[in-house]
């Protein structure tokens, strides 16, 4: 489809349900998570970890709640099922949401729910002088409860054993990964295709949101669109622009489909590019190519950064994080988070292993005239890198693999 000429009705019309035969995460695989975390657990002499509500607690029980002012978690320690923490009034909800089903310890209003999950712990002989690790998205204000009421516990930080599950995911979960980002490419393309003189970045979110609802999402998780100079800026600005013919446009989105997130992004001109918007274009294409060929079994994180900041300074841009070039990471980990660890970034010596998920997005900003980012994400494989989808052809051709 090309950049412009199409209605909205009828690019909305070309458009069908993508979820068909998308199936959630299973009960069995929550409890291998749960046996997963338990052995690297005791390997490591933690007792128990506490998950707070949130993509932690989803991970591994399948239990979706977001997090608040109250305490609503669970409790995983090295052996036997989970035990859930929640207000005393939510507990039929949470039976409700709970996938892997658990014991639930409720708390009333008045009471300190950090005391009761300190007397859960005792209950389960994990007592004074265990190893305690709390989830790392937990508030601050909670992990001071938590520290006030277990007084004689070493707490850790649970990051090592979320992190150790999470990075590397299953068939199930890359499965889920990949409808989204078939959703989200769709979408792309027909958002491209009602371009017009006129348009505003407004509409245009408006237009993407629905377009995600077509292919069977709730909407957009996110949107970014960007016409001209406000492309040089990563994450947008705050006032809305109206698309000139000869501008850059920078369009970033996603989805869920079960918990699961796709985030793609597509730089090209509206209109006649010029050399300009070519060479940075095929700069930016050039540094996304170095760092999927870096991206080899073994080979640290940090390394796929080097390599595509590498590529960016033999065509003039940077060095490191100077611009005009690169200003952050090349890429991010995704799964039930748009941004989760491992990251490629500098510092990271994490190496690559099977099932890690990556984007690819070493976005050039040119301060004052605009920016180009080509964002698609890849997994490894026994055999290597493998896209999710394939990468932008050329500048006219945003949409044909190449």
């Known amino acids: 489809m090309n950049i412009g000429g199409t209605d909205k009705q009828a690019a909305l019309d070309a458009l069908g349900d993508m979820t068909a035969g998308a199936v959630p995460i299973a009960l069995a695989e929550h409890r291998a998570r749960i046996e997963r975390a338990q052995a690297f657990m005791a390997a490591q002499g933690i007792d128990a970890v506490y998950l707070n509500a949130g993509s932690n607690l989803?991970?591994?029980?399948?239990?979706?709640?977001?997090?608040?002012?109250?305490?609503?978690?669970?409790?995983?320690?090295?052996?036997?099922?989970?035990v859930y923490i929640a207000p005393a009034f939510e507990e039929s909800t949470i039976r409700d949401f709970m996938v892997v089903e658990g014991d639930i310890a409720v708390w009333d209003e008045h009471e300190r729910p950090a005391v009761r999950l300190r007397a859960v712990l005792e209950q389960r002989g994990i007592g004074a002088g265990s190893v305690l690790a709390i989830d790392d998205?937990?508030?601050?204000?909670?992990?001071?409860?938590?520290?006030?009421?277990?007084?004689?516990?070493?707490?850790?930080?649970?990051?090592?054993?979320?992190?150790?599950?999470?990075?590397?995911?299953?068939?199930?979960?890359?499965?889920?990964?990949?409808?989204a980002m078939d959703m989200t490419m769709a979408v792309h393309v027909v958002a491209a295709s009602i371009l017009h003189e006129g348009i505003t970045t407004k509409e245009v979110e408006e237009?993407?949101?629905?377009?995600?609802?077509?292919?069977?999402?709730?909407?957009?998780?996110?949107?970014?669109?960007?016409?001209?100079?406000?492309?040089?800026?990563?994450?947008?600005?705050?006032?809305?622009?109206?698309?000139?013919?000869?501008?850059?446009?920078?369009?970033?989105?996603?989805?869920?489909?079960?918990?699961?997130?796709?985030?793609?992004?597509?730089?090209?001109?509206?209109?006649?590019?010029?050399?300009?918007?070519?060479?940075?274009?095929?700069?930016?294409?050039?540094?996304?190519?170095?760092?999927?060929?870096?991206?080899?079994?073994?080979?640290?994180?940090?390394?796929?950064?080097?390599a595509a900041r590498r590529s960016l300074e033999a065509d003039g841009f940077g060095p490191g994080y100077k611009l005009p070039g690169l200003p952050h990471r090349t890429g991010h980990g995704i799964g039930l988070d748009i941004h989760e660890g491992p990251y490629l970034v500098g510092g990271e010596t994490r190496a690559l292993e099977p099932g890690m998920c990556f984007s690819n997005e070493p976005m050039i900003c040119v301060p004052g005239e605009f920016g180009v980012r080509l964002e698609d994400h890849f997994y490894m494989t026994a055999n290597g890198p493998k896209w999710f989808t394939q990468p932008a052809a050329s500048l006219e051709n945003p949409f044909g693999a190449g």
């Open 137 to 179: 998205s937990t508030p601050l204000f909670l992990c001071d409860a938590i520290r006030a009421a277990t007084d004689g516990y070493t707490l850790r930080n649970a990051h090592p054993v979320t992190s150790h599950c999470r990075s590397r995911k299953s068939d199930a979960e890359i499965a889920l990964i990949q409808r």
């Open 207 to 306: 237009f993407i949101h629905l377009a995600h609802r077509k292919v069977g999402a709730s909407g957009s998780y996110f949107c970014i669109v960007l016409f001209g100079e406000a492309t040089a800026y990563p994450h947008g600005v705050s006032y809305v622009q109206t698309l000139q013919r000869g501008d850059t446009v920078l369009i970033d989105t996603g989805c869920k489909v079960h918990n699961y997130i796709s985030d793609i992004t597509r730089t090209y001109v509206f209109g006649e590019p010029t050399e300009r918007q070519r060479f940075v274009w095929n700069a930016e294409k050039a540094a996304q190519r170095a760092a999927f060929d870096a991206a080899q079994l073994g080979v640290p994180c940090e390394e796929v950064d080097k």
């Open 58 to 82: 989803t991970y591994f029980t399948g239990t979706r709640w977001s997090p608040s002012e109250r305490m609503v978690g669970a409790i995983l320690s090295a052996q036997g099922g989970p």
